[in-house]
């Protein structure tokens, strides 16, 4: 039984798991907090953090029907992610594994994204024995990144983007057409009513031949259209067209270089996960181009895709069954821990 801890950005998550299977996971979000500012206040996160996760922990243990006295190890998100945000729960999971004398873990937030895709929903469960070597595309707010996950915890990073994520490009595209943040599960919306092809958007890097990406000249460029199209905010078809064009500029992005690195690595399965993977043009092409190209394909669950402790539980328990051993009591935060100083071997 372990007891897992996320704090890294605006999700406050406590989960229990338990031999792979999630006994409980709690989120409390404060989107709507952040909202009013047009993005996260590191301030206010840390504060809203402080308020929630002691009610969130008990919380996910009471749903489990557990104790902490039950407890075998305690993990929480270590990095990366908003200092003061991380140091919440990674503090208060290490108090907690150091007061119950056991084992505490540190967890890297995009390595638990990783590995989301083996989990399956109802019930909640990691099939780590259908897993396979894989091609992973991380998409979140912060982060847009393809892993080649070569077998179980052994992973390298093949490329990242440059500048912008997958996700800010969404929501930095929203603001500009006035809507509220996070924009990309608004856009995800108002892109189902639009045509994809109605205005041509630029697929920044899509024949590069290295697997990093680049989304600030596509933000750019949706930012002049706006300035010299402004009559188009007055109509909600073209609002929606808008919308369903800048979202394929970014999924054909994403879907052509993740099969394209699968390919050229002779891999064939695709994994996705993150927030961003919650956006259904996103799910259906990866769907379509796989079953095309005979690739097996892994979407993260959405409740999963999104911040939770779930994940970082689920990988916790898989390192300790690895082998990994307690990290020190004394260990701190890493705000900007770089995946690959988090990968085991290569
Ligand atoms: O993984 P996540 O919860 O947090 C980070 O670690 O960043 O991802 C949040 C990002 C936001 O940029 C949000 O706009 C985007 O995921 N997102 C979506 C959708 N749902 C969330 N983007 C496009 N379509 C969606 N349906
Ligand atoms: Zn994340």
Request: net charge neutral; with cysteine.
């Amino acid at each position: 039984m372990l007891l897992a801890l996320e704090t890294s950005c605006d999700e406050t998550s406590a989960a229990v798991v338990h031999n792979g299977r999630v006994l409980s996971s709690v989120v409390s979000s404060q989107i709507r907090l952040h909202s009013e500012y047009g993005g996260v206040v590191p301030e206010l996160a840390a504060r809203e953090h402080l308020r929630n996760l002691i009610p969130v922990t008990t919380a996910a243990l009471a749903q489990a029907r557990v104790t902490a006295d039950h407890l075998e190890a305690v993990a929480a998100t270590q990095g990366p992610g908003l200092p003061h945000a991380l140091m919440t729960g990674f503090k208060t999971a290490q108090a907690m594994a150091f007061a119950l004398r056991k084992p505490f873990l540190g967890i890297h937030h995009h390595e638990a994204h990783l590995y989301s895709p083996w989990v399956s929903s109802r019930p909640l469960a990691a099939y780590f024995t259908s897993f396979e070597p894989n091609i992973s595309l991380i998409v979140s707010g912060g982060h847009t990144m393809l892993v080649h996950v070569r077998s179980e915890l052994k992973h390298r990073l093949l490329g990242s983007t440059m500048d912008d994520a997958a996700g800010e490009c969404f929501d930095k595209t929203g603001k500009l057409i006035g809507l509220p943040y996070p924009a990309g599960p608004e856009i995800d919306r108002l892109a189902e009513k639009g045509n994809p092809k109605a205005f041509d958007f630029p697929r920044p890097m899509i024949n590069d031949p290295g697997d990093d990406f680049s989304f600030s000249g596509l933000k750019t460029s949706v930012r002049y259209f706006v300035r010299d199209h402004p009559a188009l905010l007055d109509s909600s078809k073209d609002i929606s067209d808008l919308c369903a064009s800048v979202q394929a500029a970014i999924v054909d992005v994403l879907v052509k270089k993740t099969v394209k690195a699968a390919r050229r690595l002779g891999v064939q399965c695709i994994t996705a996960s993150g927030g961003v993977t919650c956006n259904r043009a996103l799910r259906r092409e990866l769907t379509a181009v796989c079953q095309a190209n005979r690739l097996k394909l892994r979407l993260a669950e959405n409740e999963l895709c999104t911040d939770n402790a779930a994940m970082v539980g689920i990988l916790a328990e898989r390192k300790l069954r690895h082998g990994r051993q307690s990290d020190p009591f004394t260990g701190e935060i890493r705000p900007n821990w770089p995946l690959e100083e988090a990968l085991a071997v290569v």
